[in-house]
């Protein structure tokens, strides 16, 4: 990475996040995702980084050096308010209040943070109790933005037999449900969909976050460098 860096003329933000979380539990013990930050910080670009877990705390000290320099946008998914809820439906990780915690940690150094509020699973948690607690979380702790999916999911191919297993697992009777209701479409949207996009609009509105997903897109791809203009030295020659 840092031979890969140093040759780039252009800066630029690096986004990572997106399809494998950055801090998955070996991660503790390797430590690469934080040589990487060190390299992305070193060399002064902008990053974007999204997660679920509360180990991204351990290099809070870098993420505020990068946004200093430059800019560092931190995602967190937030799926349901109810933590036991969250330990069904996101096994593994760490829980909703835990996350909470990380986002108002990170704004207590003055690093912007977007809340992904997905997967939307109908008759599961797509209810108006589930979405004002996490709107609720959201302006507790601060956050720049909320990016959504339009209440819903959206299954990849192969994804929805395994989802359909769990379902039965744990929600027995609801694979039959969602059979019924969205078998010939791999988008799932809840039937409460235009309920819950209010609440959600209202809440921003109300609190000055941002839910535009352009703007949101376009925040976390714009890439500032707030060492520019700062005296040279001899040395930077």
């Known amino acids: 990475m840092e031979n890969t860096l140093k040759k780039k003329r252009r800066k630029g933000m690096i986004s990572t996040g997106a399809l494998t979380d950055p801090y998955v539990p070996i991660e503790e013990e390797l430590r690469i995702t934080r040589r990487c930050l060190q390299q992305i910080e070193r060399?002064?670009?902008?990053?974007?980084?999204?997660?679920?877990?509360?180990?991204?705390?351990?290099?809070?000290?870098?993420?505020?050096?990068?946004?200093?320099?430059?800019?560092?946008?931190?995602?967190?998914?937030?799926?349901?308010?109810?933590?036991e809820l969250c330990k069904i439906l996101e096994p593994g990780v760490c829980t909703t209040s835990e996350r909470v915690e990380v986002l108002k940690e990170l704004k207590k150094h003055g690093i912007p943070t977007i809340v992904w509020l997905a997967p939307i699973l109908p008759y599961i948690n797509d209810t108006e109790d589930n979405i004002k607690g996490i709107l609720d979380y959201c302006v507790e702790a601060g956050v720049y933005g909320i990016m959504h999916s339009s209440m819903g999911v959206t299954f990849r191919e192969g994804s929805k037999e395994y989802f359909y297993e769990k379902l039965d697992a744990h929600f027995p009777g609801m694979k039959l449900r969602y059979m019924e209701n969205f078998e010939e479409t791999n988008e799932y949207v809840s039937p409460n969909a235009e309920a819950l996009m209010k609440l959600l609009k209202d809440c921003c509105e109300a609190n000055n976050i941002v839910y535009d997903k352009e703007e949101l897109l376009r925040f976390m791809r714009e890439y500032n460098n707030n060492t520019m203009g700062e005296q040279m030295s001899i040395f930077d020659f």
């Open 43 to 83: 060399f002064e670009f902008g990053l974007s980084i999204q997660t679920k877990s509360n180990l991204i705390l351990r290099d809070i000290d870098i993420l505020e050096k990068i946004n200093k320099k430059t800019k560092c946008v931190v995602g967190i998914t937030l799926t349901t308010f109810d933590d």
